[in-house]
């Protein structure tokens, strides 16, 4: 297929290289010419403008960070495309935003999906993604060779805006349990007993998660270098409660680990991985435990 | 003097009404006509767009929603920079995000346009009784002019600091009041279930050291069941929203207030949010009865 790949971060770099790799022609551009070098030299064709890989190709992947750097290069790239042509993407954005964007894009015969993913930087290398997509139906069988090439599942939640909601979610329930690892984690050390011995004994049993899998081993060896930025997770907080906001729904304890993310930020371990919530908690460590 | 109104509804109303009791020219655009009718017969003109206010004003008072309201009127299409002369005073009573004011005065500024944010505690019946607490931000100079046309409306007038700094005390205020009726809830929620008659807790701690204005004023209205709005619900939801995006962005960590937001969201999405925001009490009630 004719594709478009705009946002070459963690996640967009091995994105771009299984693409490649599975025979797509890929048409790039970036804000800074250097970040997509990588892709040129990996034979994609290199554009000097957003409205040119918009043009070039029937589908236009975007991996970027916020909702206006989504929402900006739709605008950019709506003109360009041809009708029938789909806006896919990966990013991790508010619902809403996602929805204003799919109405913008309909009037000009142009599909939006928002697909975010889950996975981490590990997933994106391994192409093993959990996907999560809204978008209208019938677009599916156009898009199931890019998603088989980026992940191991992927499920069409709704409309446009629907993937988004489950994103949130995904996000909800992981951060939280980070957080509960963490002061899983903080009571097993003020207690005097090894965090190591607990998370193995817990894993076989009914609080195994992933969270406690991936995150609580890099609490365990205290390895808090990224991983995933927590930063990010951060930035997903504001985009989950805003839209709990908007649509009246209770979330007390994503609001209470919102917080101590809050507290993160502020003690300058946004660039750190998540597990570092067990560092917040550790700046008020019991007296026992030092 | 020439006073621009825009943002005619509850608290708008009356307080313009106040500026023209004590003598102002009033210059009125509003966004649906009817909110112009009780202006009829008194001393104001009505115009077409926010633009032709501003030319005809020497101090124009905004008091509408939220930021993009505000941003609408100050520099949209026919918005108050379009038609207002270097030298014009904008003061946006608006409760919004300390950051947007910032960001509405400097680019007001550009114009040669001051901005003061100076929004209001109080409610409707402090609109009413000219009794509002007023917090400003803005230069001292700016602040000095409008400082009499604010005394009209307010019985407390403060200037806090530069650009924002009123919306920060607003939000201040906001972390206060709405963390405040939820402890009285609590409160009285505990004592009530404990079989215990809250109206007399209340009279015994009025006494002590968990005295507050929450307490006497908010608690009373509890014991007396009256829900009825005061400050809505869905207000104060929307108030500690602007508190939590500018925690957020400072990196700011709010646990109470954080809380608070959420019982708020609650009780906007179960349908209370017309309610008076003591209606907290009611959802706590809804929670600790059996299905």
């Known amino acids: 297929m004719r594709l478009g790949f705009i946002g070459f971060g963690t996640m967009g770099q091995p994105m771009v290289e299984h693409l490649l790799k ?46 206006a750097d989504v929402a900006g290069l739709a605008d950019a790239l709506r003109p360009a495309l041809a009708r029938g042509a789909i806006h896919l993407d990966f990013s991790t954005i508010a619902p809403g935003v996602a929805k204003t964007i799919a109405v913008a894009h309909a009037e000009c015969g142009v599909d939006f999906v928002d697909a975010p993913v889950s996975g981490g930087g590990v997933g994106a290398r391994n192409a093993t993604l959990a996907i999560m997509w809204g978008g209208r139906e019938e677009l599916a069988p156009r898009l199931a060779p890019i998603f088989s090439a980026l992940g191991k599942s992927a499920v069409r939640i709704g409309e446009a805006g629907a993937g988004q909601v489950a994103k949130a979610c995904n996000q909800m329930i992981l951060v939280n349990l980070i957080e ?49 930025e927590a930063r990010l997770h951060h930035k997903d907080y504001a985009l989950l409660t805003d839209e709990a906001t908007r649509i009246g729904a209770p979330l007390p304890v994503s609001a209470t680990v919102w917080q101590q993310l809050n507290a993160l930020m502020a003690r300058g371990l946004g660039t750190q991985d998540t597990s570092s919530l067990l560092r917040v908690l550790e700046t008020v460590r019991p007296e026992s435990a030092r | 003097m020439n006073v621009g109104f825009i943002g005619l509804g509850l608290m708008g109303r009356p307080m313009a009404l106040h500026l023209e009791k004590a003598g102002h020219a009033l210059h009125l655009w509003a966004r649906r006509p009817e909110s112009l009718a009780p202006f009829a017969g008194v001393n104001a003109k009505t115009y077409a767009a926010p633009a032709q206010v501003a030319a005809n004003a020497d101090v124009v008072i905004t008091m509408v929603a939220d930021a993009p ?103 201040c205020n906001q972390i206060l009041t709405g963390v405040g009726v939820m402890a009285v809830a609590e409160a009285f ?61 400072m990196g700011l960590m709010l646990p109470s207030a954080a809380a608070t937001a959420q019982v708020f969201n609650a009780i906007v999405g179960s349908g209370m949010g017309e309610n008076d925001s003591i209606t907290a009490l009611q959802l706590l009630e809804k929670m600790s009865t059996p299905e």
């Open chain 1, 180 to 228: 509960a690892c963490a002061e899983a984690a903080a009571l097993a050390a003020a207690a005097g007993v090894d965090f190591t011995l607990v998370r193995e004994a817990m894993l076989g049993g009914s609080a195994g998660s992933r969270a406690l899998e991936v995150f609580g081993a890099r609490m365990a060896t205290r390895d808090f270098a990224a991983g995933v």
């Open chain 2, 69 to 171: 309201d505000v941003e609408n009127v100050c520099l949209g299409a026919d918005g108050l920079a379009a038609g207002g002369k270097p030298g014009l005073i904008v003061v946006d009573m608006s409760t919004i995000n300390p950051n947007a004011a910032r960001s509405i005065g400097s680019r007001l500024g550009e114009k040669g346009i001051e901005f003061v944010d100076a929004p209001v505690s109080g409610g409707e019946t402090g609109a009413i009784n000219a009794a509002l607490t007023i917090m400003v931000g803005g230069k001292p100079e700016v602040f000095e002019k409008v400082k009499p046309l604010l005394e009209k409306m307010g019985k407390s007038v403060t200037l806090i600091g530069g650009s924002g700094a009123g919306q920060v005390a607003k939000a």
């Open chain 2, 189 to 249: 929620n505990f004592a009530a279930k404990s079989g215990v008659d809250a109206a007399k807790v209340r009279e015994a701690l009025l006494g002590g050291f968990a005295y507050s204005k929450v307490l006497e004023n908010h608690g009373q209205r509890m014991l007396d069941r009256n829900f009825k709005p005061g400050f809505k619900a869905w207000m104060h939801q929307k108030d500690l929203r602007i508190v939590m995006e500018e925690a957020h962005r």
């Open chain 1, 22 to 67: 599975a025979g797509h022609e890929l048409r790039v551009w970036s804000r800074r010419a250097a970040s997509a070098d990588f892709a040129v030299a990996l034979g994609a064709l290199r554009c000097a403008a957003v409205a040119e890989v918009a043009s070039g190709s029937e589908i236009v992947c975007t991996n970027v960070t916020a909702n």
